[in-house]
C-alpha cells in the first residue's frame, strides 16, 4: 500500500460518522418524516372538512324590485349577506350561508332589460343550481308573466311574499297556481316567517336532483292568479307622489338636506380633528422625505384622514338611510314610476337618479351602492356619478374658487352647466337598450305604500357601510402612499409642464394646468392649484368668467379622482374603469372647449 492510499483511508475514516451518530442520525430522520406525515395528514382532513363545509347546493333568488326577496332570505339565515359576482359573470350579487345551502341573490328586477340580463347570469351558474323566484302575492298578476320567461326551463319553485295582503281563501289558489306551473308555490310574510314555512323552503331548495320541479320553458297563456280579496284604494299622498315634480321633490329634497347638513356636521368637525393631527403631523415632518410624505405631505395618509371619516362615512350612512327606509314603504317604487318616463330617454331609472345625488355627498359610496344593478344598468349609473356628480371636496372647492374670483354667481351656472352636459353625456353614451321606449318598468304602477319597518332599514344601513370598509377602505390607504409617492418623485408637477401647452385650446394659460392635474388626485385640488392660500386670491391670471368656468368645469370633470376610479375598478372591472375614463376625458374636453370659446364671445 502506497503513501496515498494510507492517506485516502485515514481521511474516509475521519469523515465517516460512528456507528451511534449514525443511529442517532437515523432516529431524527425518522420523527422528522412522522412528522411530516402528521402534517399531511392533518392538512388532508382540513381539507376534507372544507369540502364537507362547502354549500352542496347553491339557489339563486329572483324577482322584482321590493318585492321583499332581502327580508325573506334574511329571515331564513339570520345573517348578513356577503356581496359577490357570479360566477364567470359580471353581475354583482350577495350571498347568504345557510348550513349546506346557499342562497344567491341576484339585483332585483325593474326594467324589461333588465330581464335579459338576469337569464344570461343564471345561464353561467353550472351544476344542479335551482332558482327560487320571489313575487308579491298582492301583485302576482302583473308580477309573474314577465319573471316566468326570465328562469323558462330552471329547476325551481315560486315564493309569493306578503301573505298578510291576502285573504283566507288564497291557499286553494297557490295550489292551483302551482299545479299550473308544475313547481312548488309557497305563500308567506317575510317579515315573520314561520318555522315551518322556512323548514319547508329549504327542504325544497336543497332536496335532491332527481326529485327536482322544473318551470315550463313556455310560461301557460292564463294562471290562477291572487287576489286580495279587498279593493285597492289610493292615498291622497300616494297620489301626490305619483305625479313628476312631486316625484322630483321627493327624490332630491331629503338628499339634498343630507348633503347640507352632513357637510356641515363635516365642516364643524374639521377643524378639531385637524387640531388633533396637528402634532402627530408636526412629528411626521420630521422624519426622512419619504416616509414623510406617504404618511403627512398633500397626500399622505394623515393628511387624507378626515376626508374619509368625515365626509364618506356620514354620507353612506345617511344615504343608505334615506334609500332603505323608500324602498320598504314601497315610496321608490312611485317615484320610480312617475320618473321614468322623463328619465329613460338619457337611460337611467329613478334608483340611479338617487345613487347620483348621493355621489354629491361622495362618489365611493355611490358607487358602491350600486351593487344592486344590474350589469346593464350600472355601468350608465357609474358613468353618470363619475361624471355629473360634483362630491362633497369638488363643489366647496369650486365655490372657493368664484369667491375668489370674486364671481360667486358663477355657482349656480356651473350647476346648470354641469347638469346639462351630463344629460348630453349620458344621452350619447348609455346603452341603446336603456332608452328605447320598449324599455318599459316591470314594477306596478299602483303599488299601495307598506307601513315602515326598521329592521330592514338597520340591515340595510350596516350591510352597506360594511361594504364601503371592506372595499373602499384598503383602496383609500393604498390610493394615499400611490399619490404621495408620485409627488415626492416629481411625477404630478412634471405632468402639469407637460399638458401646460395644450391648455391653449381651451383658452386657459398654462398655470392653470397644476389645477387640472390635482383635480384629477383630489377634488379639492382644484383649489390647491388655483388658489392663493394666504390671501385667498387667485394665483392663475384667469381674465373673464369664461377661464374661471372653464379652468373650474376642466379641472372638476375631465378625470374621476383617483379614490372614486380604483373603486370603480374593484367593483367592475379595469376595462370598464380604462374605458370609462377615456370617454369621460374626450367628452369633458369638448364640453370645456366649447364653454371656453362660447364665454370668450360674451366675456
Request: glycine share 6%; proline share 6%.
Amino acid at each position: 500500500m502506497n503513501s496515498a492510499d494510507s492517506i485516502s483511508q485515514r481521511q474516509q475514516a475521519q469523515t465517516a460518522p460512528s456507528l451511534p451518530f449514525r443511529l442517532k442520525q437515523n432516529g431524527r430522520q425518522s420523527r422528522i418524516k412522522s412528522s411530516l406525515r402528521k402534517v399531511l395528514r392533518n392538512r388532508v382532513k382540513s381539507r376534507a372538512k372544507k369540502c364537507c363545509a362547502t354549500p352542496i347546493c347553491n339557489c339563486v333568488v329572483c324577482g322584482g324590485e321590493n318585492v321583499g326577496k332581502t327580508q325573506l332570505l334574511a329571515s331564513l339565515t339570520n345573517k348578513l349577506p356577503k356581496p359577490e359576482n357570479f360566477r364567470g359573470s359580471t353581475i354583482a350579487c350577495e350571498t347568504y350561508q345557510d348550513k349546506d345551502l346557499q342562497w344567491t341573490d341576484t339585483p332585483g328586477i325593474v326594467r324589461e332589460s333588465e330581464t335579459s340580463a338576469t337569464r344570461a347570469s343564471i345561464e353561467e351558474i353550472h351544476g344542479a343550481d335551482r332558482v327560487m323566484l320571489v313575487a308579491r302575492a298582492d301583485r302576482a298578476a302583473e308580477e309573474l308573466p314577465p319573471l316566468l320567461t326570465t328562469i323558462a326551463g330552471k329547476p325551481g319553485f315560486v315564493t309569493l311574499t306578503f301573505h298578510d295582503h291576502l285573504t283566507a281563501e288564497n291557499t286553494v289558489q297557490t295550489e292551483a297556481l302551482s299545479a299550473s306551473l308544475g313547481v312548488p308555490v309557497f305563500l308567506v310574510n317575510a317579515r315573520k316567517l314561520k318555522s315551518s314555512e322556512a323548514a319547508a323552503i329549504r327542504s325544497t331548495a336543497s332536496g335532491p336532483r332527481e326529485k327536482l320541479t322544473y318551470f315550463p320553458q313556455t310560461p301557460p297563456t292564463q294562471l290562477p292568479f291572487l287576489s286580495s280579496g279587498k279593493e285597492q284604494h289610493e292615498t291622497r299622498f300616494e297620489r301626490a307622489v305619483s305625479i313628476p315634480p312631486v316625484a322630483l321633490l321627493f327624490l332630491f329634497l331629503p338628499a339634498i338636506l343630507s348633503i347640507v347638513y352632513t357637510n356641515r356636521f363635516a365642516d364643524w368637525l374639521y377643524t378639531p380633528l385637524a387640531r388633533l393631527l396637528e402634532p402627530a403631523l408636526a412629528s411626521v415632518s420630521t422624519w426622512p422625505a419619504l416616509p414623510g410624505a406617504l404618511i403627512g405631505g398633500n397626500y399622505g395618509l394623515l393628511a387624507m384622514f378626515p376626508f374619509l371619516v368625515l365626509y364618506a362615512i356620514p354620507t353612506i350612512l345617511v344615504f343608505s338611510a334615506i334609500l332603505a327606509i323608500y324602498k320598504s314603504t314601497g315610496l321608490i317604487d312611485r317615484i320610480s314610476v312617475a320618473l321614468h318616463p322623463l328619465i329613460r330617454p338619457i337611460g337611467l331609472g329613478g334608483r340611479d337618479l338617487v345613487r347620483v345625488v348621493m355621489g354629491f355627498g361622495c362618489n365611493v359610496p355611490a358607487i358602491v351602492s350600486t351593487r344592486s344593478c344590474h350589469s346593464c344598468s350600472r355601468e350608465a349609473c357609474v358613468s353618470a356619478i363619475s361624471f355629473g356628480s360634483a362630491c362633497s371636496y369638488q363643489l366647496p372647492a369650486t365655490l372657493a374658487v368664484f369667491a375668489a374670483a370674486s364671481m360667486p354667481g358663477l355657482g349656480l351656472i356651473y350647476l346648470a352647466v354641469l347638469a346639462f352636459t351630463t344629460l348630453i353625456y349620458l344621452r350619447f353614451t348609455t346603452p341603446k337598450v336603456l332608452r328605447l321606449a320598449t324599455n318599459s318598468l316591470l314594477i306596478p304602477s299602483n303599488n299601495s305604500l307598506s307601513t315602515l319597518s326598521w329592521r330592514p332599514v338597520w340591515r340595510e344601513t350596516i350591510g352597506s357601510l360594511k361594504q364601503f370598509v371592506i372595499m373602499a377602505f384598503p383602496v383609500f390607504v393604498i390610493l394615499c402612499f400611490a399619490a404621495a409617492f408620485l409627488d415626492w418623485l416629481g411625477i404630478l408637477a412634471g405632468f402639469a409642464q407637460a399638458i401646460a401647452p395644450a391648455l391653449a385650446l381651451f383658452n386657459l394659460p398654462g398655470e392653470a394646468a397644476t389645477a387640472v392635474v390635482l383635480g384629477a388626485i383630489r377634488k379639492d385640488g382644484i383649489a390647491i392649484g388655483l388658489l392663493d392660500h394666504v390671501d385667498g386670491t387667485l394665483k392663475v391670471a384667469l381674465a373673464s368668467p369664461g377661464q374661471v368656468l372653464t379652468a373650474v368645469y376642466l379641472a372638476g370633470v375631465l378625470l374621476p379622482c383617483l379614490v372614486t376610479l380604483f373603486t370603480t375598478v374593484r367593483e367592475m372591472h379595469w376595462k370598464f374603469a380604462a374605458k370609462l375614463c377615456a370617454r369621460q376625458m374626450t367628452w369633458a374636453a369638448g364640453f370645456a372647449i366649447i364653454i371656453a370659446w362660447t364665454g370668450a364671445l360674451f366675456f
